[in-house]
């Protein structure tokens, strides 16, 4: 695992390196802010560190089918289609140009969320290399209590169902078409309820608060088709170490974007079947390599709740001032 971490890292290096050798688009906006390369708010995975525009809201449709293969009776299912593994609806709100709020509710573990994101850093040239956003989020696990539902969660008070996250994501604009983040996150859970014994007989409970790390790229093919891909890294040994094969592996993500004036649609494929944070950091059974893979879209569509006002540059000349009289 170490020396995939160190190939990984060199080749985010090598192209963070060849972003300054490159004539980049900070060449053109000399000391102004680049604009954001990412342009959705999400990856497959996680947040891209985008901001909307001061009183525009985004309405997003999501949804995650279920295995394409790899499992008995599978095949059956349409690659996935039968069997729908997540939905998700959402609302973000650009309350500023570096202030936004948004909600979500899941389908999977009936996830209700809200988020808060603040623009801390833009990229400039010669003064900002990276735009920093600091996420924060929350959720809560909305489903029925055991004693309502027999076979699911035990919750003995109301906060055991609510969860934390505070992330950083810093992304950078290499070039005109190739664009690169990367993002530690901490995940807090108020309850957790799961176990298992390690080789010599001791129980190993998971851990309320968990450390994940995340990097994501972006390369621009057209104006309007963009691929994407990121990878989350969980550090709770919990996950990492488990001993029951196949109990957690690390979501990785492949998607294609469409982007048509204020519509957005991208197809994606993951071995996650969540697509909130709280959901596919903590549930990710399956791997690419064993066929655990899960088809995904997400639609977005943008609304102005409140028009800019253009913008009126005055020019003078001595021409246009006459003397009275």
């Known amino acids: 695992m170490l020396y995939r971490l160190l190939v990984a890292a060199l080749l985010l290096w090598t192209a963070w390196s060849q972003g300054y050798a490159q004539d980049t688009i900070a060449d053109i906006l000399e000391g102004n802010p680049i604009p954001n390369g990412f342009q959705q708010l999400r990856l497959v995975h996680i947040p891209s560190g985008a901001m909307l525009p001061k009183h525009q809201l985004r309405i997003q449709f999501a949804q995650r089918f279920g295995q394409m293969g790899g499992a008995p009776g ?8 039968d069997k729908p593994g997540d939905i998700q609806l959402a609302a973000d709100y650009g309350l500023s140009n570096r202030l936004g709020v948004g909600i979500a509710r899941s389908t999977h573990r009936q996830l209700a969320e809200g988020y808060l994101s603040v623009q801390v850093y833009r990229q400039k040239k010669g003064k900002h290399p990276l735009t920093l956003t600091l996420m924060q989020h929350m959720g809560v696990d909305t489903r029925p209590n055991a004693e309502e539902m027999p076979g699911l969660m035990r919750f003995g008070q109301g906060s055991h169902r609510i969860g934390y996250a505070t992330m950083l994501v810093a992304s950078r604009r290499l070039s005109q078409r190739w664009s690169l983040l990367a993002m530690p996150g901490f995940w807090h859970r108020n309850y957790v309820d799961r176990f298992y014994f390690n080789a010599q007989g001791a129980r190993v409970m998971d851990s309320h608060s968990n450390l994940v790390v995340a990097a994501g790229l972006r390369w621009q093919a057209t104006s309007c088709i963009a691929l994407v891909a990121d990878y989350v890294y969980n550090a709770n040994p919990f996950y990492s170490q488990h001993p029951v094969n196949g109990f957690y592996r690390m979501p990785l993500g492949l998607a294609a974007e469409l982007t048509s004036g204020p519509w957005r649609l991208q197809g994606h494929l993951s071995n996650a079947p969540g697509i909130s944070p709280f959901n596919h950091w903590s549930s990710s059974p399956t791997g690419w390599d064993a066929g655990g893979l899960h088809m995904g879209f997400r639609f977005t569509y943008d ?13 003078w000349s001595e021409e246009e001032i006459t003397p009275e009289g």
């Open 74 to 81: 599978e095949a059956n299912t349409f690659l996935g289609i």
């Open 303 to 315: 609304l102005w709740l409140k028009k800019p006002e253009p913008k009126v540059n005055f020019e």
